[in-house]
Protein backbone atom coordinates (compact mmCIF):
# COMPACT_ATOMS: atom_id res chain seq x y z
CA UNK A 1 0.00 0.00 0.00
CA UNK A 2 1.19 3.07 -1.23
CA UNK A 3 0.89 5.69 1.95
CA UNK A 4 2.35 8.46 4.56
CA UNK A 5 1.86 8.60 7.64
CA UNK A 6 2.88 12.11 9.77
CA UNK A 7 3.11 11.75 13.38
CA UNK A 8 4.35 14.35 16.34
CA UNK A 9 1.28 16.96 15.96
CA UNK A 10 0.54 18.76 19.43
CA UNK A 11 -0.18 22.27 20.79
CA UNK A 12 2.90 24.08 22.28
CA UNK A 13 3.68 27.50 23.66
CA UNK A 14 5.26 30.12 21.79
CA UNK A 15 8.98 29.77 21.27
CA UNK A 16 9.22 26.04 21.36
CA UNK A 17 9.94 22.86 19.07
CA UNK A 18 7.98 20.03 18.08
CA UNK A 19 9.50 17.84 15.53
CA UNK A 20 7.26 16.13 12.56
CA UNK A 21 8.08 13.06 10.71
CA UNK A 22 6.23 11.22 8.18
CA UNK A 23 7.09 7.61 7.47
CA UNK A 24 6.71 7.20 4.00
CA UNK A 25 5.75 2.79 2.43
CA UNK A 26 4.99 0.96 -0.78
CA UNK A 27 7.09 3.19 -2.89
CA UNK A 28 10.67 3.90 -4.15
CA UNK A 29 11.18 6.56 -1.65
CA UNK A 30 15.34 7.87 -2.79
CA UNK A 31 13.78 9.38 -6.26
CA UNK A 32 10.70 10.77 -4.67
CA UNK A 33 10.67 14.45 -4.12
CA UNK A 34 9.37 15.31 -0.23
CA UNK A 35 7.34 18.03 0.75
CA UNK A 36 5.59 19.67 3.69
CA UNK A 37 2.43 21.69 3.05
CA UNK A 38 0.62 23.54 5.90
CA UNK A 39 -2.96 24.81 5.76
CA UNK A 40 -4.73 26.72 8.21
CA UNK A 41 -8.61 26.71 9.18
CA UNK A 42 -10.07 28.64 5.45
CA UNK A 43 -7.17 29.02 4.03
CA UNK A 44 -5.70 27.75 0.98
CA UNK A 45 -2.71 24.89 1.31
CA UNK A 46 0.83 26.29 0.91
CA UNK A 47 4.56 24.60 0.94
CA UNK A 48 6.39 25.02 3.55
CA UNK A 49 9.49 23.17 2.78
CA UNK A 50 10.91 21.17 -0.68
CA UNK A 51 13.47 18.37 -0.78
CA UNK A 52 14.82 16.70 -3.73
CA UNK A 53 16.61 13.87 -4.03
CA UNK A 54 19.93 14.73 -4.96
CA UNK A 55 19.42 19.13 -3.94
CA UNK A 56 19.10 20.80 -1.14
CA UNK A 57 15.82 21.64 0.64
CA UNK A 58 14.22 25.05 0.02
CA UNK A 59 12.28 26.99 2.52
CA UNK A 60 9.11 29.25 2.35
CA UNK A 61 10.58 32.42 3.26
CA UNK A 62 8.08 32.77 7.00
CA UNK A 63 9.84 29.65 8.28
CA UNK A 64 13.59 30.22 6.85
CA UNK A 65 15.89 30.01 10.10
CA UNK A 66 13.61 28.27 12.12
CA UNK A 67 12.04 25.19 10.04
CA UNK A 68 14.46 22.43 8.71
CA UNK A 69 13.25 19.53 7.10
CA UNK A 70 15.84 16.63 6.21
CA UNK A 71 15.46 13.39 4.73
CA UNK A 72 16.60 9.76 5.72
CA UNK A 73 16.51 7.36 2.91
CA UNK A 74 17.60 4.29 4.91
CA UNK A 75 14.62 4.90 7.27
CA UNK A 76 12.15 6.47 4.59
CA UNK A 77 11.33 8.96 6.47
CA UNK A 78 10.82 12.86 6.26
CA UNK A 79 10.95 15.19 8.94
CA UNK A 80 10.50 18.50 9.98
CA UNK A 81 12.02 19.81 12.62
CA UNK A 82 10.50 23.05 13.93
CA UNK A 83 11.93 25.59 16.41
CA UNK A 84 10.57 28.88 17.78
CA UNK A 85 7.20 27.87 16.89
CA UNK A 86 5.08 31.23 16.60
CA UNK A 87 0.63 30.83 16.90
CA UNK A 88 0.92 31.87 12.80
CA UNK A 89 2.46 28.51 12.21
CA UNK A 90 -0.62 27.16 13.73
CA UNK A 91 -2.22 24.87 11.14
CA UNK A 92 -3.02 21.25 9.86
CA UNK A 93 0.54 20.18 8.21
CA UNK A 94 0.78 17.18 5.34
CA UNK A 95 3.60 15.19 4.03
CA UNK A 96 3.64 15.49 0.24
CA UNK A 97 5.48 13.08 -1.85
CA UNK A 98 5.59 13.45 -5.84
CA UNK A 99 7.66 11.80 -8.66
CA UNK A 100 6.52 12.61 -12.41
CA UNK A 101 2.79 11.91 -12.70
CA UNK A 102 2.79 10.36 -8.74
CA UNK A 103 1.87 12.05 -5.78
CA UNK A 104 1.00 10.83 -2.57
CA UNK A 105 -0.28 12.85 0.33
CA UNK A 106 -0.47 11.91 4.09
CA UNK A 107 -3.91 12.50 6.53
CA UNK A 108 -2.38 16.07 8.15
CA UNK A 109 -1.57 16.72 11.70
CA UNK A 110 -2.23 19.65 13.70
CA UNK A 111 -0.06 22.05 14.95
CA UNK A 112 -1.12 24.22 17.30
CA UNK A 113 0.93 27.27 18.84
CA UNK A 114 -0.71 29.43 21.98
CA UNK A 115 0.09 30.73 25.23
Known amino acids: QVQLVESGGDSVQPGKSLKLSCEAS????????MEWYRQVAGGQRQLVAK???????EYNDSVKGRFTASRDNTKRTFYLQMNDLKPEDTAVYYC?????????WGQGVQVTVSA
Open 96 to 104: HAKWRETDV
Open 26 to 33: GFIFLIYT
Open 51 to 57: APPLEKA
